[in-house]
């Protein structure tokens, strides 16, 4: 019985220090990696990438009201998110042959700027798009640019362009 007790405890601790082990960036949609417009990414043959472009509503020619009825999620003290994936859509793709280039998701981020613990009544709204890039085994190594455009519906297009560069997996 005790024997049982102490495999039960090391599992039980070995789960919970999984859980404190860091997560790489651009592995999923809730840790993507955030990209500066035309900036480069690198990936690796045969990889799976989530990146995140962040812009103002205003380049879209959307104001605050245009999110009128989207429901938000408190995300801290001073800031919400809403997911507005309804509201808008990746089109004309243009990737390499066996890439795959997809909207994994769009959120809507609202902050509240505060001074003293008071409000001051400054909103700042920004669109963040995770992009979801797939680069197959044998894709070519050295550089190539995916190309898009985000379509807001009800707003104007913006153009997406990110540069990558293809490497080889790493040994493991």
Known sequence: MKRFSVIACLLCLSWLLSACAPTIRGSGVRVPMVVEPGEQVTAEQGSEAYLRIDYSLEEFGLSASDLSGTFWIPQGVDQESAN?????????????????????????????????GQ??????????????????????????????????????????????????????
Do not use: K
């Open 84 to 116: 507005v994936v309804t509201r808008f859509d990746l089109r004309n793709a243009r990737v390499p042959a066996g890439w795959d280039l997809e909207l994994a998701e769009i959120r809507a981020h609202r902050t509240t700027e505060t001074r003293y």
């Open 119 to 172: 409000e001051t009544g400054t909103v700042t709204l920004r669109i963040s798009p995770v992009l979801r890039l797939q680069v197959p085994a044998d894709a070519d190594l050295g550089e190539s640019t995916v190309r898009a455009e985000l379509f807001s519906r009800g707003g104007e297009s913006r153009p997406i362009e990110i540069p990558v560069r293809v490497r080889a997996p790493a040994v493991r």
